[in-house]
């Protein structure tokens, strides 16, 4: 609790100064963001490991040829189930848009809560339809949840911290989705995928104690202060091509991920017919593998850039998430551990993207648009892999579903070459379109990541930066706020930051 209180202190000390207030990826107001987001996880993640319990559950195993037959419900109507469960979480985007307006700790404590409260509620559920409809609602407020962890991730760090904080979001996430599938694995029979859900009291109890330690970032806090009404919703004209290119990318990931990951299980359990034992050695392989593709993420997403590492580990995701369905259980493992360890090298390179390409007023609207955007894929990734799994009534139905799905969404990383790389720069320098006019010359602000790589460290924990918002400013519906945050040349974890000319309203941004 003090630690809590001498962050917001902090806080309030750099906005009274006209300063931002920025942390390490390792300080506590970024890690209660990353036990969020191991709740989000935890409550999010239990329809997938437990789907098979709940398709013998409510269906019926009869030993025969066919997927259901083998499953206990049919690949359509689990398909069905899950896009439904995915779809509701469009009503993410709202969610998460309420947090330009109300502030990111709010909505990120709040959304948590009712997500996690639901999640408990899905034990009582009498049939598959009734699992499908509880589990429906309380998804779009663990969606949301999981979205502005990485916008504060983003908001609350410099560029040569942001993709460390962001991966260590994405591995909280992963611990409460592996921990999920893991005890599972060890206690379907014993628990039932009742017992999973009703674990969810859990996080539920600790929630209160983390809220504590989570602070509204500065960023944020600066612009609600300069923008009286801030917009829901709405991005303005300048990114909307932008955010046109971060959602079809968003859409085409989820096209992969939505299938891979949501059946994944069941395939093991039901298909396979793995035991618990051997399916838990493969989440716990896939975690450790996790790690380090997190590591390795990290790493290209401040070296060799942002595009790049996306590109590589989307084409990961598609041939490892193939090999996984192609019907051995040594593919299985094998493809599963590959396709988790590349989605960890994305999660950094591909959550700094998504949040650094955009101003800080609209970043947890383009958030809500691009958790649209990825339930749509999956969705459509869930109908489109279900019905080709139908078709077949060989031991390849599944294999051919995936490669049906997967290997097309490769050709999507060309829409990476419609956007800037953003490496080592700051978000803000991003808003304009060429260098930053400063003491009278122009100049492009050094990446924090270079001066850091020269000698300094970054910032510590609570340092405070200039960042005081541009006086010219008065229209942040037309024009994107250009409260300058720049980096410039100066001491060890600070700089002098000038305000950079908003983008003109029909001009394009890139």
Same mark, same amino acid.
């Given at each position: ?24 990826? &390792?300080? $506590? ?23 098979? &319990? ?18 206990? #419900?049919?690949?359509? #109507? ?7 469960? !995915? ?18 700790? /709010?909505?990120?404590?709040?959304? %948590?809560?009712?997500?996690? %409260? ?30 502005? +962890? ?11 911290? !942001?993709?460390? *904080? ?30 999973? =859900?009703?674990?969810?009291?859990? /996080? ?31 991005? *303005? ?13 968003? =859409? ?6 939505? $299938? ?26 896939? @975690? ?26 989307? +084409? ?9 369905? +192609? ?7 094998? @493809? ?9 090298? =994305? ?36 109908? *489109?892999? @279900? ?20 290997? /097309?969404?490769?050709?999507? +990383? ?12 700051? $978000? ?31 910032? &510590?924990? @609570? ?38 000319? /908003? $983008? ?7």
């Amino acid at each position: 609790m003090e630690g809590a209180l001498d962050d917001d202190a902090r806080a309030a000390s750099g906005r009274a100064s006209g300063r931002l207030t920025l942390y390490r990826w &390792s300080d $506590p107001a970024l890690l209660a963001i990353g036990l969020l987001a191991l709740f989000a996880g935890f409550g999010q993640f239990g329809a997938v490991a437990a789907l098979g &319990s709940v398709a013998k559950d409510f269906g019926h195993v009869n030993g025969g040829a066919t997927f259901a037959d083998q499953v206990g #419900l049919s690949g359509t #109507l689990l398909g069905v189930g899950l896009a439904i469960i !995915r779809a509701a979480s469009f009503l993410g985007l709202p969610l998460a848009s309420v947090a330009d307006r109300l502030g990111r700790r /709010p909505m990120l404590v709040g959304t %948590c809560l009712i997500g996690l %409260c639901l999640t408990v509620l899905t034990v009582v559920s009498p049939s598959y339809w009734w699992f499908v409809a509880i589990f429906a609602i309380g998804r779009p407020f663990l969606s949301a949840t999981v979205g502005l +962890t990485q916008v504060g991730a983003v908001e609350l760090t410099s560029s040569n911290q !942001r993709a460390k *904080a962001v991966s260590m979001v994405a591995a909280g996430y992963a611990v409460g989705a592996g921990l999920t599938a893991i005890i599972h694995s060890l206690a379907e029979h014993s628990l039932g995928f009742r017992g999973i =859900f009703a674990l969810a009291v859990v /996080p539920l109890v600790l929630l209160p104690v983390t809220a504590r330690r989570v602070v509204e970032p500065d960023r944020f806090a600066r612009e609600r202060t300069a923008n009286a009404h801030p917009v829901l919703g709405p991005v *303005a004209k300048p990114f909307r091509r932008r955010l046109l290119v971060v959602a079809l990318l968003a =859409f085409c990931v989820s096209m992969i991920t939505g $299938p891979a990951n949501s059946l994944v299980f069941i395939y093991a359990q039901n298909f396979l017919h793995l035991n618990g034992i051997v399916t838990s050695v493969m989440v716990v392989v896939a @975690g450790a593998a996790g790690l380090g593709g997190l590591l390795l993420g990290r790493w290209l997403a401040d070296h060799v850039g942002r595009r790049a590492t996306v590109a590589v580990a989307m +084409t990961g995701m598609a041939v490892f998430g193939t090999i996984a369905y +192609t019907g051995s259980s040594w593919a299985l493992f094998l @493809g599963y551990v590959a396709g988790v360890s590349t989605g960890a090298v =994305f999660a950094p390179a591909g959550g700094s993207l998504a949040n650094e390409l955009f101003p800080t007023h609209v970043r947890a609207s383009v958030a809500g648009w691009y958790i649209g955007a990825g339930v749509a894929g999956a969705v459509c990734g869930l109908l *489109a892999f @279900g019905t080709v799994a139908d078709v077949g009534r060989g031991g390849d139905h599944a294999g051919m579903a995936a490669a049906v799905v997967f290997l /097309p969404m490769i050709l999507a +990383t060309g829409l990476l070459l419609l956007l800037p790389e953003t490496r080592g720069r700051e $978000p803000e320098e991003l808003w304009g379109a060429g260098p930053v006019a400063g003491g009278g010359s122009e100049r492009c602000a050094a990446p924090r990541a270079e001066r850091a790589s020269a000698g300094g460290e970054g910032v &510590s924990a @609570g340092e405070e930066v200039d960042a005081r918002p541009d006086p010219h400013q008065d229209d942040h519906h037309a024009h994107p706020p250009a409260a300058g945050e720049q980096a410039g040349q100066g001491d060890r974890g600070t700089a002098n930051l000038h305000p950079p000319d /908003p $983008p003109s309203p029909g001009g394009d941004e890139d």
